[in-house]
């Protein structure tokens, strides 16, 4: 059975770390792409980056230079490196798999699968 479970999250300072982690059994991360989205109270889901199999990324311009995406293909684990969080980093962050093959690989459409989701709260 395939499964996404998220870990990681936490409650920070506003310009500390963290790094969450996406637990993909059942998948083969070598192949496709994956992503990570978050969705903050009252807001959509949005693309925060993702990663193919290729090594290219993708980042949503809010986070680029900060975070960074990254993934062990023999353990099956996704990796979201952020550094120097905000407090509109707040939210609960996905994972995402079974990537569609859409262009925008920060759309949630062009995912079918989803973790549970690990929550972000970042206070200044």
């Known amino acids: 059975q395939r499964q996404l479970v998220e870990s990681g999250g936490g409650s920070v300072q506003a310009g500390a770390s963290l790094r969450v982690s996406c637990a993909a059994s059942g998948y083969t991360l070598s192949i496709g792409c994956f992503g990570w989205f978050r969705q903050a109270p009252g807001k959509e889901r949005e693309g925060v980056a993702a990663i193919c199999r290729s090594g290219m990324t993708a980042y949503a311009d809010s986070v680029k230079g900060r975070f960074t995406i990254s993934k062990d293909n023999a353990q099956n684990i996704l990796f979201l490196q952020m550094n120097s969080l905000k407090r509109e980093d707040t939210a609960i962050y996905y994972c995402?798999?079974?990537?569609?093959?859409?262009?925008?690989?920060?759309?949630?459409?062009?995912?079918?699968?989803w973790g549970q989701g690990t929550q972000v709260t970042v206070s200044s």
């Open positions: 995402a798999a079974d990537w569609r093959g859409g262009v925008d690989l920060l759309e949630a459409r062009n995912y079918n699968s």
